[in-house]
């Protein structure tokens, strides 16, 4: 059997270093992460004696290129590995490695970078129309320099650096489903207001539609005028203390069914579709990780293995439901809000293989590469 399959390709400035990787989205799966493996042809003539080093690197801007001046800097990289590709170390290596390295020659050479289990999710917040220089997010990449040493400075004609993602997929597992009542009695009021909002299910995938259960049991004397719903994508920033924002990436607002006059009750559904197509223009709104060429979306929900360990370098993500019923200017507002996961699903990986072997080659600064390969 032949599959015909992407590779990813690199190289610097002067040619003599090139990298190949079998993909470029690493996956989180709370426990452990994939390893970062690839292979590096080298043109040995150029070396004369010195060593290659490879990196890999975990990029975190949390202001803005433009706003940087008198020294400021508003960005942290965190090296996670550091290995000598060359002269090369025994390492176990992939089968996609041993079929590059088969492929490309006696030049060619493995290397494996073992990303942390709490380093954080890639995460681009979308910046504004009138923004310049590289966006406030999570990123990586990896790194390969020639030098006399690890601690060498790399030179820019002699260095390669390739982006990745790490992404996290839904969970196997889904929990409980959503669902909370509020009530709330008012002054001079013998009874009270009473909002039940459901959930179909806990977690959704992107560009999935949200049904919105909500029941009105009106028991006081005041008069639900209308309803709000709105979907939140609340972002942690976790190196500040109370650096949290929301912004509502969905909404919908309703008089159908309204007033809720004292003694009466209303059972409706709201759907709401939280997607990036109708937030392009926003600033502020986080996306998963974003590579050149590639389609993003707005950024999945962060899962943890324990929320107390969290990276102080990364963003967490999550999202909510938001029903808010407007009494008037005297009654107020009475609001519930449910927490749900939106993820993308884990990958049928055979079907995934069957699309590369259909998929036409994406192409970054140099060339990307197809290659069929025996899998027998």
Same mark, same amino acid.
């Given at each position: 059997?032949?599959?015909?399959?992407? /590779?990813?390709?690199?190289? =610097?400035?002067?040619?003599?270093?090139?990298?190949?990787?079998?993909?470029?989205?690493?996956?989180?799966?709370?426990? &452990?992460?994939?390893?970062?493996?690839?292979?590096? /042809?080298?043109?040995?003539?150029?070396?004369?004696?010195?060593?290659?080093?490879?990196?890999?690197?975990?990029?975190?801007?949390?202001?803005?290129? !433009?706003?940087?001046?008198?020294?400021?800097?508003?960005?942290?990289?965190?090296?996670? &590995?550091?290995?000598?590709?060359?002269?090369? *170390? #025994? @390492?176990?290596?992939?089968?996609?490695?041993d079929r590059l390295i088969k492929k490309l020659g006696a030049n060619a050479f493995p290397f494996t970078f073992k990303m942390p289990e709490q380093a954080p999710p890639s995460v681009t917040i979308q910046p504004g129309t009138d923004d310049e220089g590289r966006p406030c997010g999570v990123e990586y990449y990896v790194k390969v320099y020639v030098g006399e040493s690890e601690e060498d400075r790399s030179h820019k004609r002699s260095t390669?650096?390739? #982006?990745?993602?790490?992404?996290?997929? &839904?969970?196997?597992?889904?929990?409980?489903?959503?669902? $909370?009542?509020?009530?709330?009695?008012?002054?001079?009021?013998?009874?009270?207001?009473?909002? !039940?909002?459901?959930?179909?299910?806990? %977690?959704?995938?992107?560009?999935?539609?949200? =049904?919105?259960?909500?029941?009105?049991? *009106?028991?006081?004397?005041?008069? /639900?005028?209308?309803?709000?719903? =709105?979907?939140?994508?609340?972002?942690?920033?976790? +190196?500040?203390?109370?650096?949290?924002?929301?912004? $509502?990436?969905?909404? /919908?607002?309703?008089?159908?069914?309204?007033?809720?006059?004292?003694?009466?009750?209303?059972?409706?559904?709201?759907?709401?579709?939280?997607?990036?197509?109708?937030?392009?223009?926003?600033?502020?709104?986080?996306?998963?990780?974003? +590579?050149?060429? @590639?389609?993003? #979306?707005?950024?999945?929900?962060?899962?943890? &293995? #324990?929320?107390?360990?969290?990276?102080?370098?990364?963003?967490?993500?999550?999202? $909510?439901?938001?029903?808010?019923?407007?009494?008037?200017?005297?009654?107020?507002?009475?609001? =519930?809000?449910?927490?749900?996961? %939106?993820?993308?699903?884990?990958?049928?990986?055979?079907?995934?293989?069957?699309?590369?072997?259909?998929?036409?080659?994406?192409?970054?600064?140099?060339?990307?590469?197809?290659?069929?390969?025996?899998?027998?």
């Amino acid at each position: 059997m032949v599959v015909q399959f992407k /590779v990813f390709k690199k190289a =610097a400035p002067n040619g003599k270093l090139t990298i190949y990787l079998g993909r470029r989205d690493f996956v989180d799966h709370v426990s &452990a992460v994939d390893p970062v493996d690839g292979v590096l /042809v080298i043109d040995p003539g150029y070396l004369q004696g010195r060593k290659v080093y490879g990196q890999l690197v975990c990029s975190f801007r949390y202001g803005r290129e !433009e706003d940087e001046v008198m020294g400021l800097n508003f960005q942290k990289d965190l090296y996670l &590995a550091s290995e000598q590709i060359y002269p090369p *170390n #025994n @390492i176990e290596t992939s089968k996609l490695q041993d079929r590059l390295i088969k492929k490309l020659g006696a030049n060619a050479f493995p290397f494996t970078f073992k990303m942390p289990e709490q380093a954080p999710p890639s995460v681009t917040i979308q910046p504004g129309t009138d923004d310049e220089g590289r966006p406030c997010g999570v990123e990586y990449y990896v790194k390969v320099y020639v030098g006399e040493s690890e601690e060498d400075r790399s030179h820019k004609r002699s260095t390669v650096q390739l #982006n990745i993602r790490r992404i996290q997929f &839904a969970p196997s597992k889904t929990g409980r489903q959503p669902c $909370t009542v509020v009530r709330k009695d008012f002054m001079f009021s013998p009874g009270e207001l009473e909002l !039940e909002v459901t959930l179909d299910k806990q %977690l959704y995938y992107h560009n999935e539609k949200i =049904a919105i259960n909500m029941t009105i049991k *009106n028991h006081s004397n005041k008069t /639900v005028k209308k309803v709000k719903a =709105a979907v939140q994508q609340s972002v942690d920033i976790c +190196l500040f203390t109370g650096g949290q924002y929301r912004s $509502t990436v969905a909404s /919908v607002e309703t008089q159908e069914g309204c007033p809720v006059t004292p003694g009466s009750a209303l059972q409706k559904v709201l759907y709401l579709t939280p997607a990036l197509s109708s937030n392009m223009d926003r600033r502020g709104i986080a996306l998963d990780g974003h +590579l050149k060429n @590639i389609h993003t #979306n707005l950024a999945s929900s962060t899962l943890l &293995a #324990n929320p107390e360990s969290r990276d102080m370098f990364g963003m967490i993500i999550s999202y $909510t439901v938001k029903v808010k019923l407007y009494l008037g200017a005297v009654g107020g507002e009475v609001t =519930a809000e449910l927490p749900f996961v %939106l993820m993308h699903p884990k990958p049928d990986l055979r079907r995934l293989m069957r699309a590369d072997s259909q998929t036409q080659v994406e192409a970054f600064r140099s060339d990307s590469v197809n290659y069929s390969v025996d899998m027998d």
